[in-house]
Structure formats: C-alpha cells, structure tokens
C-alpha cells in the first residue's frame, strides 16, 4: 500500500486537517519484483555461457562484454570496454568482416581469429548481427560467436591421416598392380 499524506491550510496558513491518498501498489510491486529477477536470470546466463558475446557502438568501439570473456580471451571487461573491436580480430579478417556487414546489414555468419590477452589468435566461428535502437536506428554490432580452434586442429589431423592412408593405398595399388604388368609384359 502507497500512502500520501497532504496538509491542508487554512486561511492563516495553519494545518486545519489532513488528506491522505493511498493507493494498492501490490502489483506493482509484484512486476518489479518479477523484473529484477528477470534481468538476474538474463544476466547469470549470459555471464556464464561459453560464448564470446561482444557488443560494439556505431564506431566500433566495446560497450559490453559477458564476463565469460575472462575464460576465452583473458581480458577483465573493463579491459576491453571503450576498445576498438579491430585490435582483437586478425586485420584481413577485420577487413572481411567490416565488408560483409556493410554489404549485407544483416546477420553475419563468419569465421574469423581474434586475439587473447597473451597474444595469441584463436579461430572464433561468429554470427554478428545489427544492432538497432527503438527507433530502429543502427546502433552497432551484436558479436556472438565460439572458439573452434580444437575443431580446426582436430580436422587437420583428421585430413592429415586421411592423407596418408589415401598415400599407403595408392603405393598398395601400385604394388599390387605391378606384378600384373611385369608378367603381362614378360609373357608378350
């Protein structure tokens, strides 16, 4: 319950009585209740998954990251806040990025290395889509994506033995075949 209570003067400027407003402000409260358990539970997903979740203004420049960004990249997020979004990814992947969002001014899908706080590029597979305010104005970028470095190395190696079992088959082939033409070529 809400209550207001309003003096009421008279003709000397005197309180002659009291007015009292109240109001049921039950389910008000319930919804903000109810809201700030909402955003909590946004903000402990987003905090804790395992993705890369970057936010950049029109000019490019970080204005939020999830605080996952420690894990992936080392960087605290104050950190990266107010940083420019081409010092972390690989400059011709930047370059590609950059084109393709201006090209399309929609979603994204892209393959890109961005860089750790040790300095060392990680491949990221990322979706950036446009960011618009409620007006419907562009407002930025939305990058969220994950590390596939694992994934990249495991399929070299996958191809590398692949590789070289095709090889291994190939000299069988040819071994095999050669007694073949060495008699068909003695007996002719």
Not at 27 to 47: G, M, N, P, V
Not at 72 to 100: A, F, T, V, W
Not at 163 to 177: G, M, N, P, T
């Given at each position: 319950?809400?209550?207001?209570?309003?003096?009421?003067?008279?003709?000397?400027?005197?309180?002659?009585?009291?007015?009292?407003?109240?109001?049921?402000?039950?389910?008000?409260?319930?919804?903000?209740?109810?809201?700030?358990?909402?955003?909590?539970?946004?903000?402990?997903?987003?905090?804790?998954?395992p993705?890369?979740?970057?936010?950049?203004?029109?000019?490019?420049?970080?204005?939020?990251?999830?605080?996952?960004?420690?894990?992936?990249?080392?960087?605290?997020?104050?950190?990266?806040?107010?940083?420019?979004?081409e010092?972390?990814?690989?400059?011709?992947?930047?370059?590609?990025?950059?084109?393709?969002?201006?090209?399309?001014?929609?979603?994204?899908?892209?393959?890109?290395?961005?860089?750790?706080?040790?300095?060392?590029?990680?491949?990221?597979?990322?979706?950036?889509?446009p960011?618009?305010?409620?007006?419907?104005?562009?407002?930025?970028?939305?990058?969220i994506?994950?590390?596939?470095?694992?994934?990249?190395?495991?399929?070299?190696?996958?191809?590398?033995?692949?590789?070289?079992?095709?090889?291994?088959?190939?000299?069988?082939?040819?071994?095999?075949?050669?007694?073949?033409?060495?008699?068909?070529?003695?007996?002719?």
């Amino acid at each position: 319950m809400d209550l207001t209570l309003i003096p009421l003067y008279g003709r000397k400027k005197q309180i002659v009585a009291v007015a009292e407003i109240s109001q049921d402000i039950t389910e008000k409260k319930k919804a903000l209740i109810d809201l700030e358990k909402s955003e909590e539970q946004y903000h402990l997903l987003l905090d804790n998954a395992p993705i890369l979740f970057i936010v950049i203004d029109n000019q490019e420049k970080v204005i939020f990251v999830s605080d996952y960004i420690k894990d992936l990249l080392g960087y605290e997020k104050k950190e990266l806040l107010g940083k420019s979004i081409e010092e972390l990814i690989r400059p011709e992947d930047y370059k590609s990025l950059r084109q393709e969002l201006q090209s399309k001014k929609k979603i994204v899908a892209f393959s890109c290395q961005i860089k750790g706080k040790d300095h060392i590029f990680d491949f990221y597979l990322i979706n950036a889509s446009p960011l618009k305010d409620r007006e419907g104005k562009p407002a930025g970028t939305i990058i969220i994506g994950h590390n596939i470095t694992e994934d990249k190395r495991t399929l070299g190696q996958v191809i590398r033995e692949w590789e070289c079992l095709l090889r291994q088959k190939k000299e069988s082939l040819i071994l095999f075949s050669l007694p073949k033409v060495l008699k068909s070529t003695v007996w002719d």
